[in-house]
């Protein structure tokens, strides 16, 4: 995948070129990739974060102006020197507390920032399964178990991952109910709650993984996907139109002895096939404070928790390498052909992605604009912020 190495910022203004117009009502925002983009410059302008002259551009299709900052990640940003270790922290352990502190900024900026970083992360993994041609790989899939708010309210964030690679394929929400015995601290009116969850979340999140697998595979050949025993997972299999194309091993989760004893067989065989998912979910709640065991940094909102999981997602596709003990095996991005070397957090924040250019699968975009706002509605506003992408 083509992705700049040099941050925007960096680039001396007679050398940008605009490719299409940023707003997204102008017939040259979408234009064909080997189409003209008819543009004149339109003077400069000093900018106030860090005193840069910046060109401006005016748009000979909808005679709109726009200026170089309108294609960087740091687009109306009064602090942009933040992302780089605001990106950097949240996949260290830090909460966003902390890192205001450290920083020496209010923490409800972190909040934002981590806000936009985890869209932009959602759209640039949007861009690299477009760049890739077919599927090469088994896929391993399970739900990571988390809460949103507070131990009463957990939900399943759906990973795929690739099983040679390592690669994550896609992230998607399962909310569902408290199991168990409810305890003193419940929501004080339970049945309004269980009226606004999402019926069938797990079945639902299941059957969006196919269609976004059998998108990008290769028809002639089948895909492999490894499961554990959860009953929609198989039901979803069943009833979604390619389930032809899909070869399905589900390998139940055997039940473990005491600690430092002997794995059966059976566990052994789970173990060994679902590694990679695993491997992933280990690294989630080691390096997430809000995933941690009785942790008191819980996301507030689900939409949040899920652009984290995708920030997560792109420092380990890209930034992270696929193994620690071994760096010179290098990210499991380059392993699937989508990058030639380990990435950094500038390269990933070079430039700014539009969400009307990309193709989100199905279901990201309720997560981009916000819009699943659960599990309180009346708190929760939808993204409808025009200059915060």
Known sequence: MRWPAVILEMLSPRRFVPTHCPWRECSAHRRAPRTRFRFHRHGSFRRTADVRRIPRFLCLHCRRTFSLQ????????????????????????????????????????????????????????????????????????????????????????????????????????????RRGRPGWLRERNPSRLTRLMPRDAYFKAATRLLSLLAERAVKPHPIWLLTDAHPDYARALNRHPDRRRFEHRAFPNPKRGPRDTPRTAEARARDRALFAVDLLHRIIRHTN???????????????ALLERGFLTSIWRNFVKPRSERRPTEGTPAMRIGLADAPWSWERVLSRRLFPTREHLPEGWTSIYWRTLRWPDPRRMKPHTLKHAF
Not at 129 to 153: G, T
């Open 70 to 177: 309108t294609f960087a990640f740091s687009y109306y940003l009064k602090r942009p020197e933040l992302s780089f270790p605001i990106a950097s922290g949240l996949n260290a352990g830090s909460a966003h507390r902390q890192l205001a502190r450290s920083l020496r900024c209010a923490a409800i900026t972190v909040t934002r920032r981590s806000a936009r970083l985890g869209r932009h992360a959602m759209l640039l993994l949007a861009r690299s399964l477009c760049r890739l041609h077919h599927l090469a790989e088994p896929i391993v899939y399970d739900d990571f178990e988390s809460f949103v708010s507070s131990q009463d309210r957990p939900f399943g964030m759906g990973t795929a991952v690739g099983a040679y690679s390592w690669f994550v394929y896609s992230i998607d929400q399962a909310p569902h109910p």
């Open 289 to 303: 404070a809000h995933h941690r065991r009785e942790t008191i940094a819980f996301g507030r909102r689900l939409e």
